[in-house]
């Protein structure tokens, strides 16, 4: 199975901040990635598909890159309701594999 | 909209069994791969079982190899997962889950129900 791994795991903002996660893939997985956002006691949601194309409702301040094996989720100016936690997930293969998540905490 | 409802979830002994269910509507559902999620309390997401959009062919965790089985009822809009053999290590909210593309085997996941909460405890 291809191994995701986030870092960090968590990250001490402010509102206003830029904020960047990172997800490396154990090997190669193209631009096959996605991004969710997950708040306590709620389901994931699909933030990012494809490495870098937003979803449908998504703010523009949400915003993905990479290809391979690095990958990153940027929150140009973080907002009250971004506080949450957030997990890539990789479909490169059917056996689809999530990284671990990073909690983003208010500073 | 896209609704997944799901159902069958509880207190289960260790070693038992347990059969989840969910209902879709709001989509062509014999049009799209679904999942089954699941999360351990403050824990992580693990994709534990995948079905294709006809049933062709379905993936598991190896966490969960023969023991658990998935299925699908296109004609009734139907997902189900049942657990056998239960462990402690099965505890978690399992959420049914939609793929974003159609007619594939797994991709992003675009629509979450809002979870079962599955408890195995002696």
């Known amino acids: 199975d291809i191994q995701m791994t986030q870092s960090p795991s968590t990250l001490s903002a402010s509102v206003g901040d830029r904020v960047t996660i990172t997800c490396r893939a154990s090997?190669?997985?193209?631009?096959?990635l996605a991004w969710y956002q997950q708040k306590p006691g709620k389901a994931p949601k699909l933030l990012i598909y494809?490495?870098?194309s937003l979803e449908g409702g998504v703010p523009s301040r949400f915003s993905g890159s990479g290809s391979g094996t690095e990958f990153t989720l940027t929150i140009s100016s973080l907002q009250p309701d971004d506080f949450a936690t957030y997990y890539c997930?990789?479909?490169?293969?059917?056996?689809?594999?999530f990284g671990g998540g990073t909690k983003v905490e208010i500073k | 909209q896209v609704q997944l409802v799901e159902s069958g979830g509880g207190v289960v002994q260790p070693g038992r069994s347990l059969r989840l269910s969910c209902a879709a509507s709001?989509?062509?559902?014999?049009?799209?791969?679904m999942h089954w999620v699941r999360q351990a309390p403050g824990q992580g997401l693990e994709r534990v079982a995948g079905?294709?959009?006809?049933?062709?062919?379905?993936?598991?965790a190896d966490s969960v190899k023969g023991r658990f089985t998935l299925s699908r009822d296109n004609s009734k809009n139907t997902l189900s997962l049942q657990m056998d053999s239960l462990r402690a290590e099965d505890t978690a909210v399992y959420y049914c889950?939609?793929?974003?593309?159609?007619f594939g085997s797994g991709s992003s996941l675009h629509s979450w129900g809002r979870g079962t909460l599955v408890t195995v405890s002696s």
């Open positions: 997930q990789q479909y490169n293969t059917y056996l689809l594999t």
């Open positions: 090997q190669s997985i193209n631009s096959w």
């Open positions: 494809k490495a870098s």
């Open positions: 709001g989509f062509i559902f014999s049009s799209y791969a």
């Open positions: 079905i294709s959009y006809d049933g062709s062919n379905k993936y598991y």
């Open positions: 889950v939609r793929d974003k593309i159609t």
